[in-house]
C-alpha cells in the first residue's frame, strides 16, 4: 500500500536557523507531491506543490522542496525560520491519474520556532 | 472568496445521538472528501466523492455516512456517534485532475 513518511515529529529551531523536513514516500509510480501547513488553530493550507518539471518548487513564505525521484524523497527546506513558521507541516502524496481527491498525508511534523 | 465552509466548528454532544456535520464550497470542485485529524496519526480520510452521486471509502470509515446530492454540498452523518469519535474533522475539496485540496476550517467535535 501507498505510504508517506515523514521522519522528524517534532522540530525545535532558534530563529535564522535552517530547516530541513524529511518526506519519503512509497509508490513506484508517477505522483503529485504536495507540503500543506497548519498553523496552530487553523485549516490546512498548501505550502507549495510538485507535478512535474524542475525538480526544485519554491513555495510561499521562503519555502521550497526538491523531489528526489531517485530516493522517493520530498523535503522540505528553509535558509532561515522565523518564529511564525511555527506550526505542524504535512507531506502529501496524490497518485497521477488516481482520484485526486484520495491524498495521502504522512504523519506530520511539529515545527517549533524559538525566538 | 473561494472558500470551504463547515459547520459546526465545535460540538460536543453524547454517545448514539445522531449529528451531521455540514460542507459546502463555492469552487465549482468535483471532489470532495473527510478527514480526521488526531494526535499522533496525522489526517486520514473517512470518505470521498469524485462528483455528484458518486462516494467511496477511504481509510477509515467506519461510523460514518456521506451524500453528495449537489455538486457544492457534502454532508459528514455520525448516525450513533461514540467517544472514539471525538476528533477534529476537517472536509476539503479540489478540481479535477489537479490533486491540491482546499481545506475548511475544521470541525472539532467530542463525544462524551
Known amino acids: 500500500a501507498q505510504s508517506v513518511s515523514q521522519h522528524n515529529h517534532h522540530v525545535i529551531l532558534s530563529e535564522a536557523a535552517s530547516l530541513e523536513l524529511g518526506c519519503n514516500y512509497s509508490?513506484?509510480?508517477?505522483?503529485?507531491l504536495f507540503w500543506y501547513v497548519q498553523y496552530p488553530g487553523q485549516h490546512l493550507q498548501l505550502l507549495l506543490k510538485?507535478?512535474?518539471?524542475?525538480?526544485l518548487v519554491k513555495g510561499i513564505k521562503g519555502f521550497e522542496a526538491e523531489f528526489i525521484k531517485s530516493k522517493f524523497s520530498f523535503n522540505l527546506r528553509k535558509p532561515s525560520v522565523q518564529w511564525s513558521d511555527t506550526a505542524e507541516y504535512f507531506c502529501?502524496?496524490?497518485?497521477?491519474?488516481?482520484?485526486?481527491?484520495?491524498?495521502?498525508f504522512g504523519q506530520g511534523t511539529t515545527l517549533q520556532v524559538k525566538p | 472568496e473561494a472558500q470551504v465552509t463547515q459547520n459546526p466548528r465545535y460540538l460536543i454532544t453524547v454517545t448514539g445521538k445522531k449529528l451531521t456535520v455540514t460542507c459546502s464550497q463555492n469552487?465549482?470542485?468535483?471532489?470532495m472528501s473527510w478527514y480526521r485529524q488526531d494526535p499522533g496519526l496525522g489526517l486520514r480520510q473517512i470518505y470521498y466523492?469524485?462528483?455528484?452521486?458518486?462516494?467511496d471509502k477511504g481509510d477509515v470509515p467506519e461510523g460514518y455516512k456521506v451524500s453528495r446530492k449537489e455538486k457544492r454540498n457534502f454532508p459528514l452523518i455520525l448516525e450513533s456517534p461514540s467517544p472514539n469519535q471525538t476528533s477534529l474533522y476537517f472536509c476539503?475539496?479540489?478540481?479535477?485532475?489537479?490533486?491540491?485540496?482546499?481545506f475548511g476550517e475544521g470541525s472539532r467535535l467530542t463525544v462524551l
Open positions: 510538485y507535478f512535474s518539471g524542475d525538480p
Open positions: 509508490y513506484g509510480g508517477t505522483v503529485n
Open positions: 469552487m465549482n470542485h468535483e471532489y
Open positions: 502529501a502524496v496524490n497518485l497521477q491519474g488516481g482520484n485526486t481527491g484520495k491524498l495521502i
Open positions: 476539503a475539496s479540489s478540481g479535477r485532475g489537479t490533486g491540491e485540496l482546499f
Open positions: 466523492s469524485m462528483n455528484v452521486e458518486v462516494t
